[in-house]
């Protein structure tokens, strides 16, 4: 079987955030993929960095992720940016406005399934979320056949959808992408009428860089090459923070 060829990608140009608004995927991005997602930290550098951004680009600045809004808006201790969580089905704006999808009913449920799954394996974390329950086998990687057949069977009972993501798979609400988060923040008196640049490093950010194209702006993969809707590439989470430091400036 041949291999998948994949295309070499250039760092973006500083001056591809000029007249840009900026979305930012968080793990993996601006902080570096941990055992244990609660283990993550925003440090001094970082939260610098996102006010210079902020005042940079007047306001022009959100977080799409796929962790709850409330958790990463206390990482950074009230930002004055909004969050989009739970892969764009919640979001939290500087104001205090909040949007939110409603939990599934059943999501509880295959969330103590998951639990009980995870009780026998020690290196296997599962982690709550507002609108989904994600399990990490980071620290067990031989589990990954069988987290993710427990989840697709949990999924099909449940009638929840299947989110996959780097070491781990996840049970959430439908209906939401981080690309449609892009666009519904692109549609404010704040953004409209700039371009989006999208930075992210996971599959679940794939929609984001498909929206920002669609819209004449770009994704920027963080990470190894591979297959991606993105235009442009950094290296890892140390060239991201380089590459916003100096568009800062």
């Known amino acids: 079987m041949e291999s998948l060829e994949v295309d070499a990608l250039a760092a973006p140009p500083i001056e591809l955030l000029a007249d840009a ?3 930012l995927d968080f793990d993996g991005t601006l902080v570096e993929l941990a055992a244990r997602p609660d283990s993550v930290r925003v440090d001094t550098r970082l939260a610098t960095l996102m006010e210079r951004l902020h ?3 007047d306001g022009r600045l959100a977080l799409i992720t796929g962790r709850g809004a409330g958790q990463v808006r206390a990482l950074f201790d009230a930002p004055r940016f909004t969050v989009a969580g739970s ?3 919640e979001f939290l704006y500087p104001d205090g406005r909040t949007a939110l999808a409603p939990r599934p009913p059943t999501l509880d449920t295959a969330l103590a399934e998951m639990r009980a799954f995870a009780a026998a394996r020690p290196g296997l974390l599962v982690e709550d979320k507002p609108l989904g329950a994600a399990l990490h086998y980071r620290c067990e990687p031989e589990a990954e056949a069988d987290s993710i057949a427990l989840a697709q069977g949990l999924a099909a009972r449940h009638g929840l959808y299947l989110q996959t993501g780097k070491m781990m798979i996840e049970l959430r609400a439908g209906g939401g992408d981080k690309g449609e988060a892009l666009r519904l923040l692109m549609a404010s008196p704040e953004m409209a009428g700039t ?4 930075l992210g490093d ?4 794939e929609p984001g860089f498909i929206a920002a194209a669609l819209l004449g702006g770009a994704g920027v993969l963080i990470g190894d090459e591979r297959p991606t809707a993105a235009r442009y590439r950094l ?3 140390a060239a991201v923070l380089d590459w916003l430091e100096e568009a800062a400036a």
Do not use: A, K
Request: glycine share 10%.
């Open 195 to 198: 371009v989006p640049v999208f």
């Open 87 to 89: 892969h764009g089905l």
């Open 235 to 237: 290296s890892g989470v």
């Open 202 to 205: 996971d599959d679940t950010d």
């Open 55 to 57: 005042d940079r680009l």
């Open 21 to 23: 608004s900026l979305f």
